[in-house]
């Protein structure tokens, strides 16, 4: 197979329309390729979602920069659809806990979550009980923007919202881990609440929760593996 395309990307016509610029790519050498690859999969596989955090404080510089990591996410259409809130107010942080709390003792102790599911996440050991929201220093959470909302007020559509937030939340999850510290994937079910004390408009919806911060010292995580490359991959 050539490199010979037929179609070049941009074509002039294309460019004539539209500002493109040169990608600066850097080539790694293939002995380093690998070295990396394998140093940033096992940094990765060390990685675990941890539920209780210690209350020490977390310079606000690292959440940003975790912030400004995730946005270099891809996204459909190239729309960013994504808001992060960061804080580390305790009022709103109790108030945070008091509200996801509620809901999850619904969802816990008046069967909001059927067997089949209850029965799913028996292993993690998870209840109603979410003090880790009030003892991490910093909690964030990511707002999916549904539709955009224009200079006169319309309503610009967003694609591919889900995907391209995921996207951002993934990468968010392994800047928090590179730099040393560890975060929870939690989804306190329905989170609607958050846009109130948030105070996001409601073309705002929200993803994702993290508690951020150290890991409490001693701090358990259930003991579970990993799928093997033999049961994700398949090379045809
Ligand atoms: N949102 C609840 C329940 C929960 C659901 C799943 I799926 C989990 O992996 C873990 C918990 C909670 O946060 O407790």
């Known amino acids: 197979?050539?490199?010979?395309?037929?179609?070049?990307?941009?074509?002039?016509?294309?460019?004539?329309?539209?500002?493109?610029?040169?990608?600066?790519?850097?080539?790694?050498?293939?002995?380093?390729?690998?070295?990396?690859?394998?140093?940033?999969f096992e940094e990765m596989n060390t990685?675990?979602?941890?539920?209780?955090?210690?209350?020490?404080?977390?310079?606000?510089?690292?959440?940003?920069?975790?912030?400004?990591?995730?946005?270099?996410?891809?996204?459909?259409?190239?729309?960013?659809?994504?808001?992060?809130?960061?804080?580390?107010?305790?009022?709103?942080?109790?108030?945070?806990?008091?509200?996801?709390?509620?809901?999850?003792?619904?969802?816990?102790?008046?069967?909001?979550?059927n067997a089949d599911w209850q029965h799913a996440i028996a292993p993690l050991g998870t209840d109603h009980h979410k003090e880790f929201l009030e003892i991490a220093p910093w909690i964030v959470v990511l707002f999916e923007q549904r539709y955009e909302i224009a200079e006169d007020e319309s309503q610009l559509k967003n694609y591919y919202v889900k995907e391209s937030v995921g996207i951002a939340a993934g990468l968010f999850i392994a800047a928090l881990h590179q730099m040393g510290l560890s975060t929870l994937t939690h989804t306190p079910s329905p989170m609607k609440f958050l846009n109130h004390i948030l105070e996001r408009p409601t073309n705002e919806r929200p993803f994702c929760l993290f508690p951020i911060g150290y890991p409490l010292d001693g701090v358990k995580v259930p003991d579970i593996r990993r799928k093997e490359l033999n049961e994700i991959f398949y090379l045809l």
């Open 1 to 40: 197979m050539s490199d010979h395309y037929e179609y070049p990307y941009p074509s002039t016509e294309l460019e004539s329309q539209y500002p493109f610029h040169s990608y600066d790519y850097q080539r790694i050498p293939e002995h380093d390729m690998q070295q990396r690859a394998l140093s940033f």
């Open 47 to 113: 990685r675990r979602s941890i539920r209780m955090f210690s209350s020490e404080p977390v310079p606000q510089q690292l959440i940003e920069l975790a912030v400004r990591t995730a946005s270099t996410a891809p996204s459909g259409a190239h729309k960013q659809p994504w808001t992060f809130v960061a804080t580390q107010n305790r009022d709103i942080k109790k108030a945070i806990r008091d509200a996801a709390e509620e809901e999850e003792r619904t969802n816990y102790l008046e069967n909001r979550m």
